[in-house]
């Protein structure tokens, strides 16, 4: 059986959302790697601001961001594959890099305030991402969308916190 663009097999099909699954949980799980041992150490001991979100929000909300995102990203790579849309998933692996690396400056190096300078060029490549998804799919493009507007919540509080705790 064959799906509507002729090129690619139902088993396919399936078998890249399962990578792009798997892709995206694992960046998730890599940030953990950074987070979970700061959360009652370093990142307890801070001055964060009062609508600081509690901690128990922050893994059901990046997984359920998580999945959107590989459901996002396998959208765009279903209908045009990986050569017809090499700007558009060249970027959502960019983001996912970046994603990645935020976490690790933040909570594993404690670096606030480079946290914020990284998380500045994160949110560009979201946006630049949810754009060229847009054009390509227009469900691909609302599933970005919570993302960006947690990570423009997330650059908030990292502007917030670092400025909080700065010298």
Not at 55 to 64: D, K, R
Not at 98 to 123: K, T, V
Request: aromatic share 18%.
């Amino acid at each position: 059986m064959v799906v509507d663009e002729g090129c690619m097999t139902v088993r396919a099909s399936w078998v890249g959302l399962i990578v792009f699954m798997l892709l995206c949980l694992s960046v998730g799980g890599l940030g953990a790697v950074a987070t979970t041992p700061e959360i009652q150490g370093w990142y307890s001991t801070i001055r964060k601001p009062s609508w600081n979100p509690p901690n128990s929000i922050f893994g059901p909300v990046w997984t359920t961001l998580y999945i959107m995102m590989a459901i996002a990203g396998w959208v765009v790579w279903k209908r045009d594959g990986f050569k017809a849309a090499v700007l558009p998933l060249s970027l959502f692996a960019l983001q996912l890099g970046l994603n990645s690396a935020w976490s690790f400056l933040f909570f594993a190096w404690h670096q606030p305030g480079w946290a914020f300078a990284e998380i500045i060029i994160l949110w560009l490549t979201i946006f630049a991402t949810l754009w060229s998804f847009f054009r390509r799919s227009r469900t691909a493009g609302w599933l970005m969308v919570p993302y960006l507007s947690w990570v423009t919540f997330a650059t908030v509080l990292n502007f917030a916190i670092w400025r909080l705790n700065a010298g």
